[in-house]
């Protein structure tokens, strides 16, 4: 089984920037679809991006498209988010997860792995 650690998170003040990282190790990396969920104090698990194991097809929350991006190293087993413009809505612990199949990409009952998380907190 994939084994996931993200790094990357941080505090940023609105507008800002940062880059996650997500590296996988344990598994067969390129035969895995990966997805970035997010979760707020007091609210659910959240699907913010998911990238084919190809990294050709990406899908997105419409809360975050056209200022996140997603893609992946294969070479380096690891999958990034860039996110750019951030809001203080954008504040949550993010986790990468791994599944082998993207029919259900925003179900993260479909993601058979995860990270253990890193925090990201946008300040206003």
């Known amino acids: 089984q994939v084994q996931l650690v993200e790094s990357g998170g941080g505090l940023v003040q609105a507008g800002g920037s940062l880059r996650l990282s997500c590296a996988a190790s344990g598994g067969t990396f390129s035969r895995h679809a990966m997805g970035w969920f997010r979760q707020a104090p007091g609210k659910e698990r959240e699907f913010v991006a998911a990238i084919s194991w190809g990294g050709v097809i990406t899908y997105y929350a419409d809360s975050v498209k056209g200022r996140f991006t997603i893609s992946r190293d294969n070479a380096k087993n690891t999958v990034y988010l860039k996110m750019n413009s951030l809001k203080p809505e954008d504040t949550a612990v993010y986790y990468c997860?791994?599944?082998?199949?993207?029919?259900?990409?925003?179900?993260?009952?479909?993601?058979?792995?995860w990270g253990q998380g890193t925090q990201v907190t946008v300040s206003s």
């Open positions: 997860a791994a599944t082998r199949f993207l029919n259900y990409y925003s179900d993260y009952r479909q993601y058979n792995a």
